[in-house]
């Protein structure tokens, strides 16, 4: 997940696409930031079909991307490019600890972006009210 306006990134492994626990461990998550969420944009994966049940539950729009549309989510591409700096395609993700993932999340959370006026989304996260997430 990535808020559009900070930048700011939370990886979870998930060991699974069932939606039920995709749609529990989102709203586990973003409850756990304490602020309100404003909208949540995903693709059309199976793994978000219970979206009535996060947007009820987060009180929160929630939307999808056009398939084959990735321009619509390009907050959410540009940091999947980052995080393949780290994990190259075809990393096997089991062999993946939840550890090495917030190493990850760690480094890019606090490293300066220039869409951010070389703050962090650390910094910028931090100063604002509401998130707007992108899966």
Request: glycine fraction near 4%.
């Amino acid at each position: 997940m990535v808020d559009r306006t900070s930048r700011i990134a939370r990886f979870i492994k998930v060991n699974t696409r069932k939606s039920d626990i995709v749609s529990a461990v989102i709203i586990e998550q973003l409850r756990a930031l304490n602020r309100p969420v404003h909208s949540l944009t995903s693709d059309n994966g199976k793994e978000f079909s219970q979206y009535q049940t996060m947007a009820k539950e987060l009180g929160t729009d929630f939307y999808f991307a056009h398939p084959y549309s990735s321009w619509e989510r390009g907050t959410n591409e540009n940091t999947n490019g980052l995080l393949r700096r780290f994990f190259p395609k075809g990393t096997d993700f089991d062999k993946v600890t939840q550890e090495e993932i917030d190493w990850v999340v760690d480094k890019l959370n606090n490293r300066p972006r220039k869409c951010l006026g070389f703050r962090t989304p650390n910094e910028v996260f931090w100063e604002i009210k509401t998130v707007a997430l992108t899966t």
